[in-house]
């Protein structure tokens, strides 16, 4: 076990592994899909590497199949738990990062009304996805956290379709 630097990808794949109690990279991607993908971007090869890191730092158990795919099994150990505790349980100030095809395409001189129906026609799925996970989550009895993350999604969805709109028809 050696000290290494933890980022928000680290704390990510350690949750995703409590969550699941023990997971190969394989259900970490497909976790992250259906999960905080929504909102927290992280290329799937990134996951893997990940992974493999924090299980050479003591953070994570690994477990390798030992016939067929020989696919590894990840569980959280005692330090990763800790450090995954330490972490989650801080406040934090920090702001968002956006990142947002469609708004750098208009910084850059995109045709407003084109770019507008693109994004009204994507928000609106993704808030009818949202306002569907919640209502899965709430029928499942699903901690109020959860919902809550949800929630959060809606509501971005929602100014993104007010802003939108404005932009279509300013154009």
């Not at 000290?3 to 794949?13: A, I, N, R």
């Not at 003591?58 to 199949?65: F, K, S």
């Not at 990062?97 to 026609?121: H, S, V, W």
Request: proline share 5%.
């Amino acid at each position: 076990m050696k000290d290494v630097t933890l980022t928000p990808t680290s704390y990510l794949v350690l949750g995703m592994v409590s969550a699941a109690g023990e997971a190969t990279p394989y259900d970490l991607k497909q976790m992250l899909g259906a999960s905080a993908g929504h909102f927290w971007s992280v290329p799937h090869s990134q996951v893997y590497a990940e992974s493999s890191r924090l299980a050479k730092a003591g953070l994570l158990a690994e477990d390798r199949e030992r016939t067929g795919r020989r696919r590894k099994r990840y569980s959280l150990t005692p330090r990763g738990r800790k450090a995954l505790e330490e972490w989650a349980g801080t406040p934090t100030a920090d702001s968002y990062e956006l990142r947002d095809p469609g708004l750098l395409k208009l910084a850059l001189g995109g045709d407003p009304p084109a770019l507008a129906a693109a994004q009204l026609e994507a928000h609106r799925e993704k808030l009818a996805l949202f306002e569907g996970i919640l209502a899965q989550l709430k029928e499942a009895g699903a901690p109020k956290a959860q919902q809550l993350l949800v929630e959060s999604g809606i509501g971005h969805e929602r100014e993104y379709l007010r802003f939108w709109s404005k932009v279509a028809r300013s154009g």
